[in-house]
């Protein structure tokens, strides 16, 4: 198929689509730094600036759309397509009437099914039965190929052919993983401690353009050995199946960290292109209508043009191929500073949060360590 993206940022759906056997024609992107990432990954690519200047697009198989996600995640500010970022969704439906496109692909944050009862996903759905769609989207899981606990929302619409055999053709149970503390790595936090922690045993809680402490920084990893390491920027790169050093063009770390965090997982983009080049109907998920009094939309769910609607049992994990285990990524991490695991374990003391046996106890024992080391003066303060 050939591809339009909107709100490209990274370029990393764009890519995974390509890798799936699709070509990209156009791409669209408003920040600065973002659009250099996009020059040096897809030489001789257009990158239009803003979608809201777009009149028409280029005639395309498939438009792909990470459209922006501030107003409907957890931590933002909640007001879904009627804020002013999130809303931008509607440039899409704006530029699909004036010149209709067969698919269109959408993801987003997990969070657009469960806000105000699922308002939003009922919108979407709306929008593209009005006009003519058959749609169908489910929550994926990035952990089906990197260690990172990365849910994302996809939504396949099309004119052409049936989405759920798209998203919902391929489908694995959760692989059993015992997890001990010095057996086993886990990803954490290490800017909560008090309400949260992002405990993630084998791999990492998703990759961020900030933090709770408004700087930009990577999760941190207790390993078997009793390390604490705080993630690289090369090694977060590894972990959304970029090439490590892939956003150097976008310049300084803030904005480098900012796009990556804000990218999609390139091996869930490479499996939905692999999916549209070869789909076929789903055998053994089980479905039943929703609608009515919900309080969230399902996880999985179809639909389109007077059919109904239907919540499917999909989980978020459609297959499961570890391109690596987690510390085979971590080539450029660095112990978390004496300074930084403090903080921490103040703020894990000061809430009330249970933790598993041994956690606070082997952070403590990292502290300890790297006090030793720096003889009484902390080596790493500065990266805190």
Not at 303 to 319: K, Q, T, Y
Not at 354 to 378: K, T
Request: net charge positive; hydrophobic share 40%.
């Amino acid at each position: 198929m050939r591809t339009i993206g909107l709100f490209s940022g990274s370029g990393s759906l764009e890519a995974g689509l390509e890798a799936g056997g699709h070509e990209c024609l156009m791409l669209c992107e408003v920040s600065e730094p973002a659009r250099r990432v996009l020059a040096s990954r897809f030489p001789g690519v257009p990158v239009a600036h803003d979608v809201s200047d777009l009149a028409r697009l280029p005639s395309c198989d498939l438009l792909a759309a990470g459209f922006p996600c501030q107003d409907l995640s957890l931590s933002g500010g909640k007001a879904g397509f009627d804020g002013a970022r999130s809303g931008l969704v509607r440039e899409i439906f704006r530029l699909i009437d004036a010149n209709p496109v067969p698919n269109v692909l959408l993801e987003n944050v997990p969070n657009l099914v469960r806000l105000n009862g699922g308002r939003w996903a009922g919108a979407l759905a709306d929008a593209f039965e009005e006009r003519g769609y058959r749609w169908a989207y489910r929550i994926v899981d990035a952990r089906c190929a990197l260690p990172q606990r990365r849910e994302r929302f996809f939504m396949l619409a099309s004119r052409v052919l049936d989405p759920s055999e798209v998203l919902f053709g391929d489908e694995v149970p959760p692989p059993s993983a015992p997890f001990e503390i010095g057996r086993d790595p886990v990803g954490f936090y290490w800017t909560r401690g008090a309400s949260g922690l992002g405990w993630a045993p084998h791999c990492t809680p998703p990759i961020q353009g900030g933090s709770a402490k408004g700087i930009p920084s990577g999760p941190a990893v207790l390993l078997p050995d009793g390390r604490v390491v705080k993630i690289g920027l090369r090694d977060a790169e590894r972990l959304q199946g970029m090439r490590a050093g892939g956003t150097e063009a976008a310049g300084g770390e803030a904005a480098r960290w900012r796009i990556v965090g804000n990218a999609v997982a390139e091996p869930v983009a490479e499996w939905i292109g692999r999916r549209l080049s070869c789909h076929g109907r789903p055998e053994g998920l089980s479905t039943r209508p929703f609608g009515g009094a919900e309080t969230a939309w399902p996880q999985a769910a179809s639909g389109g043009p007077g059919g109904g609607r239907m919540r499917v049992a999909a989980g978020p994990l459609p297959f499961w191929r570890p391109r690596g285990g987690l510390e085979t990524y971590l080539r450029d991490a660095e112990p978390l500073s004496a300074r930084a695991t403090r903080g921490f374990l103040a703020r894990a003391a000061r809430g009330r949060m249970n933790f598993v046996p041994g956690f606070i106890e082997a952070v403590r024992s990292h502290l300890e360590a790297v006090e030793r080391a720096a003889g009484g003066w902390d080596l790493f303060d500065a990266a805190a």
